[in-house]
Nanobody, 115 residues
């Protein structure tokens, strides 16, 4: 039974920063490529960043240069540092295996970027 718990979202002003956390149980995330996904209102789910077991990273063009994905293997946790946020980043953010989803979805964490 794999459980993923996302946290760290909230309301932030344009240009601000947030750090999201994905705490996993029932699996060891360092064994897999893990990703952060987001779903904005009226939009398809989008993979925005991923990190492999060898710590290779990938970013969608929309977030490249602003977001950084990382892992803490001792805590079995994946992070997403988000900087220079804009209203286009408003979405519910989820973590899961990437690019193919193989784990149960968590509840996600809401990120709202607004003045």
């Amino acid at each position: 039974q794999v459980q993923l718990v996302e946290s760290g979202g909230g309301l932030v002003q344009p240009g601000g920063s947030l750090r999201l956390s994905c705490a996993a149980s029932g699996t060891i995330v360092s064994r897999y490529t893990m990703g952060w996904y987001r779903q904005a209102p009226g939009k398809e789910r989008e993979l925005v960043a991923s990190i492999t077991s060898s710590v290779r990273t990938m970013y969608a063009e929309s977030v490249k240069g602003r977001f950084t994905i990382s892992r803490d293997n001792a805590k079995n946790t994946v992070y997403l540092q988000m900087n220079s946020l804009s209203s286009e980043d408003t979405a519910v953010y989820y973590c899961n295996a990437a690019p193919i989803v193989t784990m149960n979805w968590g509840q996600g964490t809401q990120v709202t970027v607004s003045s």
